[in-house]
């Protein structure tokens, strides 16, 4: 089959779900989207993808359908709710590319199995928005190997690697294991850019002067020029992101035993700049708390 017989659906064109579903635009696929604020679909329209007035609609003329969404709420809502994927048949498999917690995931998966029949991948993903738009996401999956490997290609559109981690919710728990070090990260990173700044170091040399050693990192090269600069546009990802997701992780923890030390203090951070008005800002503006 070609890419151009080949029919996928993506819902949620936000921050995410718009250059991942350009890149499928691009390579060929027929592709069809939809999203909640019909207005975030132009620029993809305008590509060449055709929107679509319902998730049902994606879900009765499509082969795949993928969905980049805020939360649990919002994927329940646009799977479940009315209009939604699961009211439907056609599709053989979604690709959930949300971070929601793993439970949850596995509670979908059933649902939406004895509602149509579809098949359920969970795929969150990293890289942020730069991974979005050049492709190279890191993509860990949990789900039914066949399924896994039909949209192999399709998702390798998006993605540098496409991990299979096991069953359905070992994607999303791969994830949280990625939130945990991503997370601290990024909190220490600002812990060492504002060091260097009240020591009289140029915090904007870090990146070079560590690059390649045991501190160096993709968010560390990411973020730590924008700490050490105050500059927050155009934004990579919203602190309010990250504190959903290490919330669930403290859930999840609390239910297999697992100590969240570091965690614990990086999600304080970051509840903290939430307060202070920065919930929806890019996480990098962190470093202000830090500033005080």
């Not at 199995?113 to 190279?136: F, H, K, L, R």
Request: proline content about 3%.
């Amino acid at each position: 089959m070609t890419n151009a017989n080949t029919r996928v659906g993506f819902l949620g064109t936000g921050l995410m779900g718009e250059p991942m579903a350009a890149r499928l635009v691009e390579a060929g696929y027929d592709v069809t989207v939809w999203n909640r604020s019909v207005a975030k679909t132009s620029a993809l329209a305008a590509a060449g993808a055709k929107v679509a007035a319902r998730p049902s609609d994606i879900a009765a003329t499509c082969d795949y359908v993928f969905i980049c969404l805020t939360n649990a709420a919002a994927v329940e809502a646009v799977v479940f709710g009315e209009g939604g994927v699961a009211s439907k048949t056609g599709a053989r498999v979604l690709v959930d590319f949300s971070t929601i917690p793993p439970d949850i995931t596995k509670e979908y998966a059933s649902r939406l199995q004895a509602a149509n029949g579809m098949a359920w991948i969970d795929a969150p993903v990293s890289g942020g928005v730069p991974g979005a738009e050049q492709g190279t996401l890191a993509i860990m999956a949990g789900g039914d190997e066949q399924a896994i490997e039909d949209v192999r290609d399709v998702v390798g559109t998006m993605s540098a690697r496409f991990t299979r981690m096991g069953d359905v919710g070992a994607g999303q728990t791969t994830k949280l294991c990625n939130q945990i070090i991503s997370g601290c990260t990024m909190a220490v990173v600002a812990e060492a850019v504002n060091f260097a700044q009240k020591s009289g170091v140029d915090a904007s040399l870090l990146t070079e002067a560590l690059k390649g050693g045991f501190a160096d990192s993709i968010p560390f090269q990411l973020f730590a020029p924008r700490m050490a600069a105050r500059t927050f546009e155009p934004p990579l990802g919203a602190t309010n992101t990250m504190i959903k997701d290490l919330t669930s992780l403290e859930d999840v923890a609390t239910k297999v035993g697992a100590r969240l030390v570091m965690t614990k203090q990086a999600l304080g951070i970051m509840q903290e700049a939430e307060e202070h008005g920065d919930g929806e800002a890019d996480i990098s503006t962190i470093i202000r708390r830090f500033d005080d």
